[in-house]
T-cell receptor, first 106, second 117 residues
Framework: DAKTTQPNSMESNEEEPVHLPCNHS???????IHWYRQLPSQGPEYVIH???SNVNNRMASLAIAEDRKSSTLILHRATLRDAAVYYC???????FGAGTRLTVKP | DTEVTQTPKHLVMGMTNKKSLKCEQH?????MYWYKQKAKKPPELMFV???????INESVPSRFSPECPNSSLLNLHLHALQPEDSALYLC????????????????FGQGTRLTVV
């Protein structure tokens, strides 16, 4: 079984921030937290990853709890193209949980 | 080149056929993965190869036979499949499977859509 749990679905309005949570309570010290997203009819694509510190890239930000048992993917201004299923996984596991289906409303 | 290339994109096969799916990467990655994905479900890990050796087999039926002939190539041989095996088969690669090098992202191919008739 996957070592991560996420809400099944979330909704956002276009151009508003979105916070996608992930729980990984059994994370080990060497696990990196990775986020991927999958658009319809495509393979998953990398979004961001981190180990302990918060991370930013052009796509998103990743906030990691101090105890590392949870993390939050932040999309600063959601666009219609961000509608996808978002998955967080641990690199030493590579098993996908159910993910969060993000719907973005215009 | 940051691509994982999967061929064919689509495959229709009968239950008595033998076919193979191919996955190729030229990023120097030493970990490669096969996933199976049914509609509206997450990718389901099947196999992990690490340094060309099978590291994980998620109790996959023997009608699926993986092969990693070299560090750039991963095959999935199919034989005597059932209609319920119809799915999108995804290949992925990453620098390494476990350890400190796991701080780099995995790259996924676009998948092979398999239909078993």
């Amino acid at each position: 079984d996957a070592k991560t749990t996420q809400p099944n679905s979330m909704e956002s309005n276009e151009e508003e921030p979105v916070h996608l949570p992930c729980n990984h309570s059994t994370i080990s010290g060497t696990d990196y937290i990775h986020w991927y997203r999958q658009l319809p009819s495509q393979g998953p694509e990398y979004v961001i990853h981190g180990l302990t510190s918060n991370v930013n890239n052009r796509m998103a930000s990743l906030a990691i709890a101090e105890d590392r048992k949870s993390s939050t993917l932040i999309l600063h201004r959601a666009t219609l193209r961000d509608a996808a299923v978002y998955y967080c996984i641990l690199n030493n596991d590579m098993r996908f949980g159910a993910g969060t289906r993000l719907t973005v409303k215009p | 080149d940051t691509e994982v290339t999967q061929t064919p994109k689509h495959l229709v096969m009968g239950m008595t056929n033998k076919k193979s799916l191919k996955c190729e990467q030229h990023m120097g990655h030493r970990a490669m993965y096969w996933y199976k994905q049914k509609a509206k479900k997450p990718p389901e890990l099947m196999f992990v190869y690490s340094y060309e050796k099978l590291s994980i087999n998620e109790s996959v039926p023997s009608r699926f036979s993986p092969e990693c002939p070299n560090s750039s190539l991963l095959n999935l041989h199919l034989h005597a499949l059932q209609p319920e095996d119809s799915a999108l088969y995804l290949c992925a690669s990453s620098q390494v499977f476990t350890g400190a090098g796991g701080g780099t992202e995995a790259f996924f191919g676009q998948g092979t859509r398999l239909t078993v008739v």
